[in-house]
């Protein structure tokens, strides 16, 4: 019989109590992420953990910020063509929280121009809705949604 989660897909655990495997495991990964080491084989001879163990959990075990950072959102976003707009929405998503990772701004027609921001969620602020909302009252946004 397969035991489902009762809180969903994913769970908080304090590494006190994982098995010592799974902590391992994150120290391979963050070696390799850092630099620290070059190659898989490397980073699990230093960190004393199998490299037969470190794949078999390496897509299953995070820490909560490696996890967090996985909270990525596009959002589109139609603006007057009046100086300054745009740096009030860079500005609102940095004090967010949000970490631009690509950004397109079309030519204005109308008096109007499109701009899609693809933003890393972090902080107190994870939530796109939340975000777009706070970008749809910025002076000079006409209107915002996410694109999924």
């Known amino acids: 019989m397969e035991m489902q989660s009762p809180a969903g897909k994913y769970a908080v655990i304090s590494c006190e109590v994982l098995p010592e495997v799974f902590l391992k495991v994150m120290e391979v990964k ?15 001879k230093r960190a004393e953990i199998s490299r037969s163990a470190y794949y078999k959990y ?16 596009s959002l589109h976003a139609v603006l007057k063509d009046t100086p300054g707009v745009l740096s009030a929405v860079l500005a609102c998503l940095h004090h967010c929280g ?4 690509s950004l397109n701004q079309n030519a204005a027609v109308d008096g109007a121009a499109a701009a899609t921001v693809t933003v890393r969620l972090s902080g107190a602020l994870t939530d796109g809705n939340a975000l777009n909302e706070e970008v749809g009252h910025i002076p000079g946004v006409v209107e915002t949604r996410l694109i999924f």
């Open 98 to 101: 949000a970490n631009i990772v």
């Open 58 to 73: 390496r897509d299953s075990v995070f820490t909560y910020e490696e996890k967090m950072q996985d909270r990525i959102v």
């Open 30 to 44: 963050r070696l390799l992420a850092t630099g620290e080491e070059k190659s898989s084989a490397s980073a699990c």
